[in-house]
């Protein structure tokens, strides 16, 4: 069955540094999702990415977020200028129809 | 308050025992989904009911659009069934089908 693969698994990084988190989306989906779940915490809404634009996103996602389909295949998220806060697991989704997809996460440390 | 609520926040039973997990929320959707997550970090989908029931194996979803519940039931649970289940609801006329998710239930099965 097709999966939504994400890299790393896991990613340390001084706080400051810019990161990025990649993901592949099933290959037919036109939708694209970013979540994060502050360890012991819910998962939240990120943002979402139709049409090579973003269609929704949440109060977190502000300025220091960032999203891209680079090619045909990837999605990345980029944090830029890290905080002790953004340490979280960092799901990618995808959708076609209207069931979502998930990756295994990225698991993010900010030291 | 939260949008979306589930019960009981933490569940342990014995094997073969018979689960419910229930989900209410407060706000209009237009879907809802059942998902599991792994020990690791992992997000499975396991439904999503716009309307009546459900089943999948062991597994059985049911949704009352009226009174804005939905339960997750596990027939003969087993040990192999213990994670995180998370209800999550999608809004209607959100532009990018954002999902918006409980705090979990913690299920622990002991053999």
């Known amino acids: 069955e097709p999966e939504v693969t994400q890299t790393p698994s896991h990613q340390v990084t001084q706080m400051g540094q810019e990161v990025i988190l990649r993901c592949v989306p099933i290959s037919n989906h036109l939708y694209f999702y970013w979540y994060r779940q502050i360890l012991g915490q819910k998962v939240e809404f990120l943002v979402s990415?139709?049409?090579?634009?973003?269609?929704?996103k949440s109060e977190i996602f502000d300025d220091q977020f960032s999203v891209e389909r680079p090619d045909g295949s990837n999605f990345t998220l980029k944090i830029r200028s890290t905080k002790l806060e953004d340490s979280a697991m960092y799901f990618c989704?995808?959708?076609?129809?209207?069931?979502?997809?998930f990756g295994d996460g990225t698991r993010l440390s900010i030291l | 308050k939260n949008e979306v609520e589930q019960s009981p926040q933490n569940l342990t039973a014995q094997e073969g025992e018979f689960i419910t997990i229930n989900c209410s929320y407060s706000v209009g959707i237009s879907a809802l989904h059942w998902l599991q997550q792994h020990p690791g970090g992992g997000i499975v989908s396991l439904f999503m009911l716009s309307s009546g029931k459900k089943k999948h194996g062991r597994l059985i979803a049911t949704i009352n659009i009226q009174e804005k519940h939905s339960s997750l039931h596990i027939t003969a649970s087993h040990p192999r069934d213990s994670a995180v289940y998370i209800c999550a609801v999608r809004r209607p006329g959100t532009s990018g089908s954002r999902l918006t998710f409980g705090e979990g239930t913690q299920l622990t099965v002991n053999p």
């Open positions: 989704a995808s959708r076609e129809g209207r069931s979502q997809h």
């Open positions: 990415f139709y049409n090579n634009e973003i269609s929704e």
